[in-house]
C-alpha cells in the first residue's frame, strides 16, 4: 500500500542497507517515522496536510515494513543511533542537510537519539507517546511492568522470542492494535492487513530492535545524561496521560532531555496519527514555528 499522492524511492543509506521511503511536497523538510507495530503508512493523514506546505518524507525504519532488515550480527546493528543515521543519510540522500523530525513510537526513540547525536541538522523535534528509552525501561516497576511484557519479552537472546512470535505473528501483532486503540475504525481492514504483513515478514528485526532496546541503547542514554547532553532544538510530546496510570511525572523525565519543551495529553488511544490526525498536524505546525 502507498501513500496517495507520493512518489516512492529506495535510497541507500549504509552500506547493504536501503530505505523505503515516501515524499511530497516542497517547502521545509519534515521526516515522519513510524512506530510498532506498523509502517510508514500510519503517517498517511498527517503526511498529506503537511505535504501541502513542506516536503514530507516518510520511510519505513531499517527492520519494518519495506525497507531493507539486515541480520543481527552484532548489537550496533539496530541501535537507534544507527537507525538515527540512516534517517540522517536519508535526508542527505534526498538534499536536505537540515530537518525536522518527527516519531511515533520505536520512531521517536529513533528521532530522540537523531536529536541527540545530530544536533546541528534537527532543526525541531517530535516525539508521540513514548518516553525516552532509558525512562522507558526505569517507570516499568511491579505489576505494572506488566503492560510492557512484550518489552521483555523481546529483550531475551535469540531465538526463542523469535520463535514464539513468529509462531502466531498475526495474533500477537494484532493484540497490540487491537489493545493500544481507542478507535478499531481509525485502522481500516486493508491497513491492518498491511501493518500484520509487514510485521510477520519481519520477526527477527523487530526483535533485534526490541533487543538494542534493552542494552546499548540504554547504554548510549546513560552516557548522554552523565554527560549533560540534551536536546538543543525545540521539542514538542504528545503522550496519552499514562504517566499518571504508571505513577510518574512525565514532564519531569522529559525535562531532563529537552531545553524548549512543549508537552501536551492528547485524549486518545496510542496510535494518535491515525485516531487525531488533526491533532498531530496542529501541533506540529506550531513546533514547525517555534
Not at 539496530?78 to 513510537?105: C, E, I, N, P
Not at 503492560?147 to 512470535?165: D, N, R, S, T, Y
Not at 519481519?202 to 542494552?215: F, H, L, M, Q, W
Amino acid at each position: 500500500m502507498r501513500i496517495n499522492g507520493f512518489a516512492y524511492e529506495r535510497v541507500t543509506v549504509a552500506d547493504g542497507v536501503a530505505l523505503n521511503a515516501a515524499v511530497a511536497g516542497s517547502g521545509s523538510p519534515i521526516v515522519l517515522l513510524h512506530g510498532f507495530p506498523q509502517t510508514h503508512l500510519m503517517w498517511r493523514h498527517v503526511a498529506a496536510d503537511l505535504a501541502a506546505d513542506h516536503t514530507v518524507i516518510v520511510p519505513d525504519l531499517r527492520g519494518y515494513g519495506d525497507s531493507d532488515k539486515p541480520a543481527e550480527t552484532g548489537p550496533d546493528v539496530y541501535a537507534k543511533r544507527t537507525m538515527a543515521a540512516d534517517v540522517v543519510a536519508l535526508a542527505a540522500a534526498l538534499g536536505h542537510d537540515r530537518f525536522a523530525l518527527a516519531g511515533h513510537d520505536r520512531g521517536a526513540l529513533v528521532a530522540i537519539r537523531a536529536g541527540l547525536d545530530h544536533p546541528a541538522t534537527i532543526t525541531h523535534l517530535a516525539s508521540l507517546d513514548v518516553l525516552p528509552t532509558l525512562d522507558s525501561w526505569d517507570v516499568l516497576r511491579g505489576a505494572s511492568a506488566a503492560v510492557g511484557f512484550h518489552l521483555f519479552l523481546m529483550a531475551q537472546p535469540p531465538g526463542l522470542p523469535e520463535k514464539m512470535i513468529s509462531a502466531t505473528a498475526d495474533d500477537f501483532f494484532g493484540y497490540f492494535l487491537d489493545l493500544w486503540s481507542n478507535d478499531p475504525e481509525a485502522i481500516p481492514a486493508p491497513v491492518r492487513a498491511e501493518y500484520l504483513r509487514a510485521s510477520r515478514e519481519a520477526v527477527p528485526s523487530i526483535v533485534a530492535d526490541y533487543r538494542a532496546t534493552a542494552g546499548v541503547d540504554i547504554a548510549h542514554d546513560r552516557a548522554d545524561l552523565a554527560a549533560g547532553n540534551r536536546l538543543s532544538m525545540p521539542v514538542t510530546v504528545l503522550q496519552q496521560d499514562w504517566g499518571a496510570a504508571l505513577g510518574f511525572d512525565a514532564v519531569a523525565l522529559w525535562e531532563r532531555w529537552a531545553a524548549d519543551l512543549r508537552h501536551r495529553t492528547v485524549s486518545c488511544g496510542h496510535f494518535m496519527a491515525e485516531e487525531a490526525p488533526a491533532v498531530v498536524v496542529k501541533e506540529l505546525r506550531e513546533l514547525l514555528t517555534r
